[in-house]
């Protein structure tokens, strides 16, 4: 309907007519504003969860290998991960088996080399992330992506 037309149907209804659909229209966009508010927060919630979440998850990943990157680390003199280690480290990874949403992990040692990991579907090819030095965390077009740096007890990233 264009606008003469709105205004020709306009002069022809009666007063009580015209305030209903003022109420109806005024009603209407309150609505879909507030729905718009709301869903925009549950959208914001819902990735804070997702973040907090997957960093409890790599918190407790990281304090099951700390000891064994941690030994290793200090037994050999390149600083490399050994066989120990990473069979360790396959274990400790395979128990992301047990979170669906999880599809790919990564453990580097204190060089940023890649010693273990854990991929849900073995026939998708996945680069292993860039090594970053610091906790942090993206949201890209393949979902959320989160580094957590693992420390010993007494506080050395290992």
Do not use: C
């Amino acid at each position: 309907m264009s606008s003469t037309g709105i205004r020709h149907w306009l002069r022809n209804q009666s007063i009580k007519r015209k305030l209903t659909a003022i109420v109806v229209v005024t009603s209407g966009v309150a609505v879909v504003l507030a729905s718009a508010a709301f869903l925009a927060n549950d959208y914001n919630s819902f990735r804070e969860r997702m973040v907090t979440d997957l960093e409890t998850t790599a918190d407790g990943v990281g304090l099951l290998a700390s000891s064994a990157l941690d030994a290793e680390s200090a037994d050999g003199a390149a600083g490399g991960v050994g066989t120990q280690a990473r069979e360790a480290l396959a274990l400790i990874m395979g128990s992301l088996r047990a979170y669906p949403s999880i599809d790919h992990g990564v453990v580097f040692d204190a060089n940023g080399r890649a010693v273990g990991g854990h991929e849900r579907n073995i026939l998708v090819s996945r680069p292993t992330p860039v090594f970053i030095e610091r906790n942090s965390h993206a949201f890209t077009s393949e979902g959320l992506l989160l580094y957590r740096r693992v420390a010993t007890p007494d506080g050395r990233h290992v």
